[in-house]
C-alpha cells in the first residue's frame, strides 16, 4: 500500500520505507499535483499548463512525458503512476495524510487532525493548483473548533448583488415562515428565466441566523451526473474528500450534524442528479434544509414549491423607477411612461432591470416608444448579473436549449396566440400533445391558470412570446398557423353571439374578454365574408362593452370588402347602425339603419325597424305604440321573435317623459322585463328594473321600490360590467335623494366609486346618464368641484347626444338648478325660462319629482329678486337651443366645498 505525504513537505511511503528525495524539482512538483486529486484523472494539458505556464502547447506536452519518466524512474514503486495517450492518475488505494486529515475533522477528532499537520501543505512548491490547496486548508485548520468538525463560511459562495431586492417583500416573508415550519426541508422556487428566483434566495440567506452554502448549478453542462454535482457542493463547502471513505459518504457524514440550509441554484438542466442527491442529502440530514431554484419542480418526496410571478404593476413602476434612477439620478420622472414600459413587460424583473440600463441614455419616454415599435432590450453591464442573465435573449436561448425539438417546436407555435388561450384552441390550432404543453409548463416557459369555469388557460409573458414571434417566423409555419388561429376564433365569435341574450350571457362576455386580443389578431387572415361574419357575431359583444369605436371601424372595413347585396352584410349594416346611434352619429346610424331595414331576414328587418324608431327626433309615445303594432303582432307568442317583442315594450318607457303616465310606463316595462327573463337576457332585465325603480322613486313609493333596487344590485353582482355597476350606483343615488332624510356617508361612498367609473363607460348616453347622477349627489353634498366637473362632462357630450330635444332639456335644466344653488338669479332665470318654453312644446310635463325641483330651484332664484326673476324668465322663453348652451356654457363662480346651497337639494 502507498501513501503520499503532503503536509510539512513531499514524502512517499511504501512498505514502511520513506522516499523523500527527486532527482527533478519538476517530478516532484508533478507527483504532488496528482497527489492533491489521487482519485481523479488528470488531463496532461492542465498538468502541463500548472507546470510550464508560459510554454506553447508542444513544448508543455514534451515536456510532461520527460518529467513522467524521471518521476517513474525516481519512484521506488514504478506502477505508482498511470497514464494514456490524455490523462495521467495515480494508482489505486494510493492514500494522502490530506485525505486522512479531513476524514479525522468530519469525524470529528479533532486532536487526531492536528496531529496529523506536520506543516504546511508542500512548502517550497510554488503551482497555482498547490498555493490554492494550501490556503484552503490553511482556512480549514483554522476553522476547527474543539469538537474538531470544520464550519464552513456562514454565508459560503452567496453571489454580492449591489442593490438591494425590490419588490419581493411578501414573497420573502412566505418563504421564511414556509422554512420555518418544522415538516417542511425543501423548497423549489420556480418560475421563468429572469423572474428573481435567485435574489430572492440570496435575500432569504442574508436573513438565515445558520450557516447557509450556495452552490451555483449554471456552469454544469446539460445532463450533468451526480458525480459533478457532488463535486459541486463539495467545493462550495470548502472540503476537498479525498480520503478513503468515499466522498458521498464523508459529505453525508458532514451534513448530518450541521444545521445548515443549502441553496442549489439553477437546477433545471440538471434535474435528475439533482432529484437523486437532494433526496439522499434529505434522509441522511436531518438538520438540512434546501432551498433550490429551477424552472421546473424536482418531483421528490417533501417537495414544496413557490412559484413567483411577475411584479404587480405598482410594484413594478416602483422598482423600475429606483433601478434607471440608480444608472441615472438625475432621470425625470414620467408615470405614463412607467406604466407603458412596464406593462409591455409585464414586469418581469430582469427585463425591467434591462430597460433600466438603457435609460443612461434614454428618457422614460423614448424608452417606451422604443418597445413599443418592437426594438430589444440590449444587454446590461451589470457585472451582478451571471452572463447567460446580461440580455433577455441569453436568458431564453438557455431555457429553449433545455428542450427536445417537439417542445422547441411548440414553444415556436403558441406565439401565434395574443394574450393566451384555452386548453382545446393550443391542442387543436398548434396541433400539440398534452405532454409536450405541459413540459412547456412545467420548465415555467408557459403559464397555466385554470379558470373560474374548470379550464384551464395558457400565456406566455410578453417579452417571452415577443422572442418566439421571431422564431415563429422563421420557423416558415407562421401562415398555416394563422389561418387555423383566425378560423378557430371566428366561429368561437359565433358561437357566443346568441349566447349573449341568454341565460349564460355573462359567462360568455367574460370568456370574449379574455379573447379580445385573439379576435384583434384574426382580423388580417380572414375572407372578405369572414370578416364580415366575424362583425356580425361580434355586434352585440361591442355594444354591451361600450367598444363603439372599435365595433365601428372594424365593421366599416368589413363592408368596404364585400358590396354585394347578403343577409351577412344587412346583418352587418345592422350593426354598424345600431353602433353609430349609440354613439350618437344619428345621420350614419339612421342611414344603416334603414338599409338594414331592407333584409329579407325578419329578425334583421325587425331589429333595424325597432332601433329606427327610438331614433328619430319627432316622434311621440303615441305615434311610436302604433308604428310598432305590426312587430308586437308578428313577434307575440312565438320563440324567434319573444326577444324583440320584449324589446318594442321596453323601448316605449324612451317616450313616455311627455306623456308622464306611470301606470302605462309600469305596465309596458314590467312586461317588457318578464320576457327578458324568460329569455335569460340579463342585461336588458337590468335595464327594465332599472327604469320600474325609476318610476316607483319619482312617485315616492319606496316600499315598492326596494326589492326591485335589491333585484337590481344581485343581477349587477352576476354580470360584472362597469356598464351594469354604474348602472346600479347611479339608481342607489337615486334612491339616496329621493328619501326624506338621505345618509351623507352612503351617497359619498356612492359619489366616490362613480367617479371612478364614469369615465370608463364607452356609449355616450350611458357616460351622460352617470355624470347627471354624479351632479346632482355632487350638489346634495355640497362638493361644489366636483359637480363642476360632472357639469363639464355632460357638456362635453352635447354635440354627439342630443338627437332628441329632451335630452338637450335634462342638461340644461342640471346646469339651471346648479345655478340656484349658488344664486346666479340671472342667468339661472334664462335658462328655466327656456327649460319652461321646451317642455311646453314637447308636451313634456315633469313628474312629481322633477315639479318639486322646479319649485324648489324657482324660489332659490325668486328670493333675492323676485322681478329680475321673471324679466329674466321671460327672456330665456326666446332662446334658442345654441343660445341656451352657450349660456350654460359660461364659467361659473362656485363656492368653497361644504358651503351649503341656498335651499337643501332635492
Not at 486529515?101 to 506543516?119: D, I, K, M, P, Q
Not at 459541486?232 to 480520503?243: F, K, M, T, Y
Not at 322633477?850 to 329680475?868: F, H, N, S
Request: proline share 5%; with cysteine.
Amino acid at each position: 500500500m502507498t501513501r503520499i505525504l503532503l503536509l510539512g513537505g513531499l514524502c512517499v511511503e511504501v512498505h514502511g520505507k520513506r522516499f523523500e528525495t527527486f532527482p527533478r524539482r519538476k517530478a516532484a512538483a508533478l507527483l504532488a499535483l496528482l497527489a492533491l486529486r489521487p482519485q481523479q484523472r488528470h488531463a496532461r494539458e492542465e498538468l502541463a499548463v500548472q507546470l510550464w505556464p508560459d510554454a506553447d502547447t508542444e513544448t508543455g506536452r514534451r515536456n510532461l512525458r520527460q518529467t513522467l519518466l524521471y518521476l517513474r524512474q525516481a519512484l521506488p514503486e514504478q506502477e505508482l503512476v498511470h497514464a494514456d495517450s490524455h490523462a495521467l492518475w495515480l494508482a489505486e488505494g494510493t492514500t494522502t495524510d490530506v485525505a486522512t486529515f479531513e476524514a479525522a475533522l468530519l469525524r470529528g477528532e479533532g486532536t487526531r487532525a492536528r496531529s496529523l499537520w506536520r506543516g504546511e501543505l508542500l512548502p517550497g512548491f510554488f503551482e497555482e493548483a498547490i498555493l490554492t490547496e494550501r490556503e484552503r486548508l490553511n482556512a480549514l485548520l483554522a476553522q476547527v473548533p474543539a469538537a474538531g468538525i470544520p464550519a464552513p463560511s456562514p454565508r459560503a459562495g452567496l453571489p454580492l448583488y449591489l442593490s438591494e431586492l425590490q419588490g419581493r417583500e411578501s414573497e420573502l416573508e412566505r418563504l421564511s415562515l414556509l422554512l420555518s415550519e418544522p415538516g417542511v426541508r425543501l423548497i423549489t422556487l420556480l418560475g421563468p428565466g429572469g423572474v428573481g428566483k435567485t435574489r430572492l434566495a440570496v435575500a432569504l440567506a442574508a436573513g438565515m441566523k445558520h450557516d447557509v452554502v450556495f452552490v451555483e448549478l449554471a456552469a454544469l453542462s446539460s445532463g450533468s451526473g451526480e458525480e459533478r454535482l457532488l463535486q459541486s457542493i463539495i467545493e462550495a463547502l470548502g472540503l476537498s474528500l479525498h480520503g478513503e471513505e468515499p466522498r458521498e459518504e464523508s459529505l453525508l457524514r458532514l451534513m448530518a450534524s450541521r444545521n445548515l440550509l443549502l441553496i442549489l441554484d439553477n437546477a433545471e438542466h440538471v434535474l435528475p442528479a439533482t432529484s437523486a442527491l437532494v433526496l439522499r442529502l434529505l434522509r441522511a440530514a436531518p438538520r438540512l434544509k434546501l432551498v433550490v431554484t429551477s424552472r421546473e419542480p424536482l418531483r421528490v418526496e417533501g417537495e414544496r414549491t413557490l412559484a413567483l410571478q411577475p411584479l404587480d404593476p405598482t410594484v413594478a413602476a416602483r422598482f423600475l423607477r429606483t433601478s434607471a434612477r440608480a444608472v441615472r439620478p438625475d432621470l425625470p420622472d414620467d408615470p405614463e411612461a412607467l406604466r407603458q414600459i412596464c406593462a409591455q413587460l409585464e414586469g418581469l424583473p430582469l427585463a425591467l432591470e434591462l430597460a433600466a440600463s438603457q435609460c443612461r441614455s434614454l428618457s422614460l419616454r423614448e424608452l417606451a416608444q422604443d418597445l413599443s415599435e418592437g426594438f430589444g432590450l440590449g444587454e446590461t453591464a451589470s457585472a451582478s448579473l451571471p452572463t447567460r442573465q446580461r440580455s433577455l435573449e441569453a436568458t431564453l436561448a438557455w431555457s429553449e436549449a433545455l428542450l427536445v425539438p417537439e417542445q422547441r417546436a411548440l414553444l415556436y407555435r403558441l406565439a401565434v396566440f395574443a394574450g393566451g388561450a384555452e386548453r382545446a384552441a393550443v391542442l387543436e390550432i398548434c396541433q400539440a400533445r398534452r405532454e409536450s404543453l405541459a413540459a412547456l409548463v412545467e420548465k415555467s416557459l408557459v403559464q397555466a391558470q385554470i379558470q373560474p369555469d374548470g379550464t384551464t388557460r395558457y400565456r406566455f409573458l410578453e417579452p417571452i412570446r415577443q422572442w418566439c414571434v421571431e422564431r415563429l417566423e422563421r420557423s416558415g409555419e407562421a401562415p398555416e398557423l394563422r389561418q387555423r388561429h383566425a378560423h378557430w376564433y371566428l366561429v368561437l365569435a359565433e358561437k357566443a353571439a346568441p349566447e349573449l341574450r341568454r341565460a349564460e350571457q355573462h359567462l360568455w362576455l367574460k370568456k370574449l374578454d379574455k379573447e379580445q386580443a385573439n379576435l384583434l389578431a384574426t382580423w388580417p387572415y380572414l375572407t372578405g365574408q369572414e370578416s364580415l361574419r366575424l362583425a356580425v357575431a361580434l355586434g352585440q359583444y361591442w355594444q354591451r362593452r361600450g367598444l363603439l369605436t372599435e365595433g365601428i371601424q372594424r365593421t366599416e372595413q368589413a363592408l368596404a370588402g364585400v358590396l354585394e347585396p347578403s343577409e351577412v352584410r344587412f346583418a352587418a349594416l345592422l350593426v354598424l347602425g345600431t353602433l353609430y346611434s349609440a354613439a350618437g352619429d344619428s345621420v350614419r346610424g339612421r342611414a344603416c339603419l334603414t338599409e338594414a331595414a331592407q333584409a329579407q331576414s325578419r329578425t334583421i328587418a325587425i331589429e333595424a325597424t325597432l332601433a329606427l324608431s327610438t331614433d328619430s327626433k319627432a316622434l311621440t309615445y303615441e305615434s311610436y305604440w302604433a308604428s310598432i303594432q305590426p312587430i308586437l303582432e308578428e313577434t307575440r307568442g312565438t320563440t324567434w321573435g319573444r326577444w324583440h317583442h320584449a324589446q318594442a315594450l321596453l323601448q316605449v318607457e324612451s317616450f313616455l317623459d311627455s306623456l308622464n303616465d306611470h301606470a302605462i310606463k309600469l305596465e309596458r316595462v314590467s312586461q317588457a322585463t318578464a320576457l327578458f327573463e324568460a329569455e335569460g337576457d340579463l342585461h336588458k332585465v337590468m335595464e327594465g328594473l332599472y327604469s320600474l325603480v325609476g318610476v316607483h322613486l319619482v312617485q315616492q313609493n319606496f316600499v315598492a321600490a326596494a326589492p326591485l333596487l335589491q333585484r337590481l344590485q344581485e343581477t349587477a353582482a352576476l354580470l360584472e360590467s362597469t356598464y351594469i355597476e354604474v348602472l346600479t350606483l347611479s339608481m342607489q343615488m337615486r334612491a339616496q335623494r329621493a328619501r326624506p332624510h338621505p345618509e351623507p356617508g352612503a351617497l359619498r361612498t356612492l359619489v366616490e366609486r362613480l367617479v371612478v367609473l364614469a369615465p370608463r363607460l364607452g356609449v355616450p348616453s350611458d357616460a351622460f346618464n352617470a355624470w347627471h347622477d354624479l351632479l346632482q349627489a355632487s350638489r346634495h353634498l355640497a362638493l361644489w368641484g366636483q359637480a363642476q366637473h360632472a357639469l363639464g362632462q355632460m357638456l362635453h357630450f352635447r354635440q354627439r347626444n342630443f338627437t332628441r330635444p329632451i335630452l338637450g332639456v335634462y342638461l340644461l335644466g342640471a346646469v339651471g338648478s346648479f345655478l340656484a344653488d349658488i344664486g346666479e338669479t340671472e342667468r339661472g332665470g334664462r335658462l328655466y325660462g327656456y327649460l319652461l318654453e321646451t317642455r311646453e312644446q314637447l308636451g313634456a310635463l315633469p313628474n312629481p319629482l322633477e315639479q318639486r325641483v322646479y319649485e324648489r330651484d324657482l324660489a332659490c332664484l325668486r328670493a333675492p329678486d323676485p322681478e329680475g326673476l321673471e324679466r329674466a324668465l321671460a327672456e330665456g322663453r326666446q332662446l334658442s337651443f345654441e343660445q341656451a348652451l352657450a349660456l350654460a356654457q359660461q364659467p361659473l363662480a362656485l363656492p368653497p366645498d361644504g358651503t351649503a346651497p341656498l335651499l337643501p337639494p332635492i
